[in-house]
């Protein structure tokens, strides 16, 4: 069951991880996801009846942190990096969301 | 005549022999000489270091017991340092200046480590060859017309062209190892909680793992010693105490059983790698290890399943970058700035990203999407989950695994680049200890002789042992028992001239 990607799959995906793609991206990406996908599938022939998923391989232990109030990221520090801050506000500036 | 490894800079500035200042202006000098044929580093903090280690020479009393007194050290640029820019390779952060050092950093630093630059890589740490760097490639000191191996390429070379004695990498699908390897030093990926990732630009949390880069085993055992232990910061970090690993170091691997899974690598092995890797099994033997044959019956899908885990992770970590808070944001290009949220979002994760991250990217968003999560990222955890399982039996007659590092040596640039699949498929060795979380080590084993272009020097193969969680020691052991028998760290490339 081979994946074949076109460009209209390809775009989909683009939307869905907020990319902006060119034409040459979005022909290349077809056939390299296709390409990466279809070896991929090797994974789908393995037999994993009853066999639980493992997320992380972290040994468990308990790490929660006591609930207490500990300072933050200054205002300044976490501006310092933004594209377009608003200092005097305290904001990071954005284009409009609303029309 | 060799380089000065970490521990003869640390004895050499606590006798007095050598002032840290002096150490560390013997780095800023290699640095001027061989980087720009190397392009290691993306940023030399030389006047920071000297800065620092003036304060220690001036201060010699308090600093007279740190491990790491006046080691020079170079940290992979993905590793975050409060006030000096920390770009991750990637045009998305090249202006970004943390506020913040990652744990294992100031812990180094603690132990007396100066700071002298931060290395190139891999953008976001996402390749094999660091040619996915947005400042342009690494090049292999031994070799230059050749990678250094990825995604820590300019921690390896630094090491590699004597620069310094230790740099930092980070390896979530062998990215510490594998260039460890292509470039003949020592790469440590230590187990996954064992060093607290904190800092670390993430890019699969549940594989990756922050480790040293160094000429020796000592070195290793020495930089991972600072740096482990649990840390309030990371929550995956473990509660476990950092035994003495210096001490572990005792030469005595008799009776170590050292599991080979021989049916892996049957096929698809350089057989310069393949004859280095045999050698080096029977120098272990030698030293009385026992050989044992094991089998990873589901190795062979590691690769599969690490593309798929570690795109679905590196699709959500990476979501973070939209051009609000920190990092790039498009702007005009001469036509107009984008108007509304959503177009600024995806033209400056467009722009700001290279092509391997955006095909990852898509990738990962893809196996995460509704309808293929179950065939795809569902299935892969379920493949992980056997592959562990496959360690735990091995480890039930080894008490290491061997492999070669990487089952060819050191490529030309350029050679791969166009086909993404064929360079993950090098990746084959590596990558079964970041799913199963166990700590590997990557040590010389010696030189391919097969292109004889290189005037018959070769190009260096790296001997991986893999071992049980939190079992370091063991690794650090066999490794540094190794090296006494050999002299491949020896060899030096023809950049490197002493220190």
Redesign the interface.
Known sequence: MAERFTRDD?TA??A???????DA?LD??AR??G???T??????R?D?TG?????????G?V?D?GDVERPG??RD??L?????PAREAGL?R????L? | MTIATAIDIRDAVRSGRQTARESCQQTLDRIAAVDPLLHAFNTVVGERALARADAMDRDRGRWRDAPLLGVPVALKDNLCTRGVRTTASSKMLETYVPPHDATAVARLESAGAIVVGKTNCDEFAMGSSNENSAFGPVRNPWATERIPGGSSGGSAAAVAAGVVPIALGSDTGGSIRQPAAMTGVVGLKPTYGRVSRFGLIAFASSLDQIGPLTRRARDAAAALGAMAGLDPADATSAPREVPDYESALTGDIRGLRVGVPRRMMAAGVDPGVAHAFATAIDALAARGARVVDIELPHAPHAIATYYLVATAEASSNLARFDGVRYGFRATGDGSAPPTDLRTMYTRSRGRGFGAEVKRRIMLGTYVLSAGYYDAYYLKAQQVRTLILRDYDRAFETADVVAMPTSPMAAFRLGEKSSDPLQMYLADIFTVSANLAGLPAISVPCGFTNADTAQGGVGLPVGLQLTGRLFDEATLLRAADAYERDTEWWRHTPPVATPR
Not at chain 1, 80 to 84: E, G, L, V
Not at chain 1, 94 to 97: A, D, F, N, Y
């Open positions: 390809v995906i683009a869905l991880a907020n990319l902006e793609l060119d991206e290349l990406f390299q996801l390409d990466i996908l070896y991929a599938e090797e994974v789908q393995i994993t066999v639980p998923p493992t997320a992380s391989a972290v040994t232990h790490a942190r990221l200054d520090a976490a310092a990096n933004a594209p377009d990071f954005v284009p409009r969301v029309g």
